[in-house]
């Protein structure tokens, strides 16, 4: 779930204020009464320096001189007050030295520490007790979460043994069995055995699992308009299953990219304890049931635009949704409309959609019109779209001009396996297309066709760099003279496809102008990484890409596009600043896009 965060402004309308208390303000303004001095590594010098008793003594005094004797009693005291420390950091057999300096000016106290050695964890035991032990007997579930609880135990033999490690290895380890659906799940015996003279750590704990809660029945609040029926197609609980966090998480994410709700939790109702039928509760914030949006701006592709977009979330007063987009740029005018049932069972989706567009390029106009009707069905991991779809286009250029149409039946789907889903770093992203129908054309006949595309978007960690990389291809297989409509065919170019070129410029020509392709061929490779580690959703890039549309494989000669870039991971996807130079066209083009899709 992305976070939001909140920056709060102060603003005073009196003739003045301070930013802090009076209190602080006291502590800022107080002259020191001693002078700390710790000689440690780094790590350790600042958990000394904050945590000494000598090193709070300048902020609790504001100023005021110490008490006769309260100086002696505090150096007194810091050689254990030191080795309590150290020891919550492995270093059990520490050598602190205390020497105290009255000469004029500050009394100075100094403090030198040798850690020696850190202690490590030699091994560690995993005790389990209670239904998880019998459930991995049968149950693949629970032999799974058996087998985490071994292996993603936080603290490993080998590991620097800290308190605070400890501390988090164990919130960390039953966190995990409970989200595996073993709420009970808690701590029976937990025990660190420390041999300071070997600077080594034995560590044990048994954990009591408790039963497997698992699916009960669905309770919803919150709903004023929506049909229950909606949220339970949404939710798609399957009762009996085990009631795992990531289960729930599913569930909340499908909420919320519904689009119907503006705010979505979902939680297990354990009040009382009901393991074998747990209720599942969604607490649910519903949207306005019409929304307009307007923008403009400007795109390298398509120049300046505006846009407005519309949905109503429930027309006519049925279960559907109406969407509705009209964008006017100056090389583009489109209107892309979807009525579409709202979720049915199995995440499925019934809709019916069209567009009408204008494109003009340097050298011709298209419009196109189409008509789809469909099924989609969409989860976490996949998108599938199976429909039928109407194509119309004419091209009009200064040589003249090219009809078609085609009737189709296409089926698009995508794989998506990323550790983020609008600011990924690890992982890919499978898309692919197949269609097959009948086409006319003028000039041209008319006879069957197929229509193949496929693209691979991957993204892996390359040292202290990110590595982003791209390649598609697309075919459109044709009887004799039969031309599909524009809609159908390729094109390369521009934002997202070949840097450093016009958009949809690097395709087949016929007499100099620019025409939709048969095949099509890009590929992309992109190294970022942040500029500075206080600026970390500000990185800097530098690609390179390749591709072109053509007739046929024999006539494709790829073209070449490298450059640099600025990257801002936004909370709703990132914001690109690139500028390319086309080798081709041996000049520089700046593009700019935002957020990016899968």
């Known amino acids: 779930m992305p976070a939001r965060r909140c920056v709060p402004w102060l603003v005073c309308f009196t003739g003045g204020c301070s930013l802090l208390s009076p209190e602080r303000a006291a502590e800022v303004q107080a002259q020191p009464v001693i002078r700390l001095e710790v000689t440690a590594p780094p790590p350790l010098q600042e958990l000394l320096t904050r945590n000494l008793a000598l ?28 080795r309590e420390l150290l020891d919550t950091e492995g270093y059990f057999n520490a050598d602190v030295h205390i020497a105290r300096v009255d000469a004029a000016g500050l009394p100075t106290v100094r403090v030198l520490v040798h850690p020696g050695p850190r202690t490590l964890v030699r091994q560690v035991q995993i005790h389990t007790l209670g239904p998880l032990v019998s459930d991995a007997v049968q149950q693949p579930h629970a032999r799974a979460a058996a087998a985490a609880l071994l292996r993603d135990w936080p603290l490993p033999a080998g590991s620097p043994f800290r308190d605070a490690d400890w501390s988090r290895a164990k919130t960390a380890s039953v966190a995990g069995l409970r989200a595996q659906g073993y709420v009970q799940a808690d701590w029976t015996d937990t025990q660190a055995r420390v041999d300071a003279a070997e600077q080594r750590a034995d560590l044990s704990v048994t954990v009591a699992s408790g039963p497997l809660f698992r699916v009960g029945p669905l309770q919803v609040r919150g709903l004023k308009v929506h049909d229950p029926e909606t949220v339970a197609n949404i939710a798609a609980l399957k009762p009996g299953e085990p009631a795992t966090e990531s289960m729930l998480l599913d569930i909340q994410e499908r909420l919320q ?24 509760v969604l607490r649910l914030g519903e949207r306005m049931l019409q929304e307009a949006t307007v923008g403009v701006g400007f795109g390298a592709n398509v120049g300046a635009r505006a846009t407005l977009n519309h949905v109503h979330r429930r027309p006519f007063g049925k279960p559907w949704v109406a969407r509705n987009n009209f964008d006017i740029a100056q090389r583009r005018q489109r209107w ?9 069972p199995g995440l499925h989706r019934n809709l019916v959609a069209g567009g ?30 199976l429909f039928v779809e109407w194509n119309r286009s004419s091209t009009t250029s200064a040589l003249g001009g090219e009809q078609s149409d085609a009737l189709s039946l296409q089926y698009h789907a995508v794989w ?47 040292g202290s760099w990110y590595g982003q990389g791209r390649i598609e291809l697309g075919q459109v297989f044709a009887d004799g003279d039969v031309i599909v409509p524009e809609a159908l065919r390729f094109r390369a170019g521009g934002d997202e496809s070949v840097r450093g070129y016009r958009y949809r410029s690097l395709t087949r020509q016929v007499n100099g102008i620019d025409v939709g392709s048969e095949v099509l ?51 709703v996807g990132p914001v690109k600043l690139d500028l390319a130079y086309g080798e081709e066209e041996k000049r520089l083009r700046l593009h700019l896009t935002v957020g990016l899709a899968f």
């Open 257 to 280: 990219k519904s689009d119907l709700f503006d705010r979505a939790t979902v939680s297990l109702d354990t009040t009382p304890p009901l393991p074998e039928a747990t209720p599942v």
């Open 55 to 82: 090193g709070r003594v300048n902020r609790l005094s504001r100023g005021e001189p110490l008490p006769d004797g309260e100086l002696d009693r505090l150096v007194a005291a810091a050689p254990e007050q030191a």
């Open 336 to 344: 892309v409309g979807e009525l579409s049932t709202q979720t049915l």
């Open 521 to 571: 061929f890009t590929a992309s490779a992109e190294l970022a990484r942040p500029f500075l580690a206080r600026l970390p959703a500000l990185w800097g890039a530098v690609f390179i890409d390749a591709g072109r549309a053509a007739g046929s494989w024999g006539d494709l000669k790829p073209a070449l596009g490298v450059g640099v870039g600025l990257r801002y991971r936004s909370p």
């Open 416 to 462: 998506r396996r990323l550790d983020d889903p609008v600011l990924p770093t690890l992982g890919q992203v499978w898309s692919g297309q197949i269609g097959a129908g009948h086409a006319r054309s003028d000039p041209g006949g008319s006879g069957p066709f197929t229509r193949l595309y496929a693209r691979l978007d991957a993204f892996r960690p390359v």
């Open 356 to 385: 009408l567009e204008r494109l003009k390029s340097d050298t011709d106009v298209v419009r196109a019109a189409n008509l789809r009707i469909g099924r989609a069905q969409e989860t976490r991991r996949t998108d599938r779209l």
